[in-house]
Every structure is written in C-alpha cells, then in structure tokens.
T-cell receptor
Framework: EAEVAQSPRYKITEKSQAVAFWCDPI?????LYWYRQILGQGPELLVQ????????DSQLPKDRFSAERLKGVDSTLKIQPAELGDSAMYLC???????????FGEGSRLTVL | AQSVTQLDSQVPVFEEAPVELRCNYS??????LFWYVQYPNQGLQLLLK??????LVKGINGFEAEFNKSQTSFHLRKPSVHISDTAEYFC???????????FGKGTRLSVIA
C-alpha cells in the first residue's frame, strides 16, 4: 500500500539552528499539507499546496518557517532559526481529491534544546 | 471558521466494555467528517469518514459513528473495546471543496485490563 514518506523521524537541535523536514506524498496526490502537532493537542495546519502552488499558508509563521514544493511532488519544510516553542511533531499529509481523506506520514518529531 | 470540540480529553474504560467518544462541530455549510486514531509517536490513521448518505458509518477495527446534523455531532462508538484500542482519537471536519481538515484536541482512550 502506498504511503506518505517523511524524514527524519526524529530531530534534536539547539535553538537558533536551522532544521528541515522532507515529505514525499502518495503518487498522484496533488494536494499536500503540513501540520504541526504540539504534545497533547490536535494537529494544526501550517501550509497547504495544490501541485506546486500554495493554497493556504495563513498559519505559517513566515518570519522563521518556509515551505516549498517546487515540482509539485515532494516538499520541504524549513525552520530557521528554531526556537524552543517549535518542539512538536510535524506531520505531512496528502489527498487525492475534494472529498478524499488525508493520508498521513509517520511524522517528524522535533526537539529544540 | 470551522471548529471541532471533543468533549472528553481522557476516557478510561475496562476491556470488553462499550465506549463512546464525543465530537461536536460548528459549521453553517455542508461538511465532511472524519475520525482518526494515533498511536504513540506515529502518524494518524483513518478510522472512518462521513461524506453523504447513511448517517451511520462503519469503520475499521469495529468502530462506528453516527452523523447527527441537527445536533452537529459525530460521536464514535465501539461495543466492546480491546487493550489494543488504547490510543489518541481525533475528530476532524472539512468543508466541501479542496479545504484542509480541522481537528479537535483529541481524546485519549485508555483500556484497562
């Protein structure tokens, strides 16, 4: 069964350092999402892509976060500089169409020291 | 804006007992409703979804949910839980169209032997 791939699974970094996460959605899924999940909370949307275009990045802290999906396939989420409050699970998801459910990757857990 | 309220943050239940996890949503338009399950340090897995049609939806692992439009609820039920059902459960809603999922804060189900 096709899966959403994410890497790294775990990342420990010091504050003020740069960190990047990678996501490869299920083949053929045009819509890609990045969510952030703080421990004990539900996922919150950071950015949504349709192919290579950003559809919604209203909740992305643009002073330190950036996201790209250059060829409309895989995507990278970057944080620079990382802050203590960025410690969370970063989840990537993809979907096929308007009514389709989101398929999630295993997530990337970030710890900022 | 849409929102999802999961009324119980934690639900302890004995093995083989029935369980209901409550979810209410707010939206003035037609919505699609989902329940996801998350095991520790993993991504989210779809349990079931309501798009249209029958208001009683059956999902994986013996779970089912009932859509109640008048009460704007989508409660999740299982007649007999197992130890392996111990996990975090998230209710989510999305409007029609290519919109992201909005999640509740989650309910931690703990099954006691």
């Amino acid at each position: 069964e096709a899966e959403v791939a994410q890497s790294p699974r775990y990342k420990i970094t010091e504050k003020s350092q740069a960190v990047a996460f990678w996501c490869d959605p299920i083949s053929g899924h045009a819509t890609l999402y990045w969510y952030r999940q703080i421990l004990g909370q539900g996922p919150e949307l950071l950015v949504q892509f349709q192919d290579e275009s950003v559809v919604d990045d209203s909740q992305l802290p643009k002073d330190r976060f950036s996201a790209e999906r250059l060829k409309g396939v895989d995507s990278t989420l970057k944080i620079q500089p990382a802050e203590l409050g960025d410690s969370a699970m970063y989840l990537c998801a993809s979907s096929l169409g308007r009514t389709g459910e989101l398929f999630f990757g295993e997530g990337s857990r970030l710890t900022v020291l | 804006a849409q929102s999802v309220t999961q009324l119980d943050s934690q639900v302890p239940v004995f093995e083989e007992a029935p369980v209901e996890l409550r979810c209410n949503y707010s939206s003035s338009v037609s919505v699609y409703l989902f329940w996801y399950v998350q095991y520790p340090n993993q991504g989210l897995q779809l349990l079931l979804k309501y798009l249209s049609g029958s208001t009683l939806v059956k999902g994986i692992n013996g779970f089912e949910a009932e859509f109640n439009k008048s009460q704007t609820s989508f409660h999740l039920r299982k007649p007999s839980v197992h130890i392996s059902d111990t996990a975090e459960y998230f209710c989510a809603v999305r409007k029609s169209g290519n919109t992201p999922l909005v999640f509740g804060k989650g309910t931690r189900l703990s099954v006691i032997a």
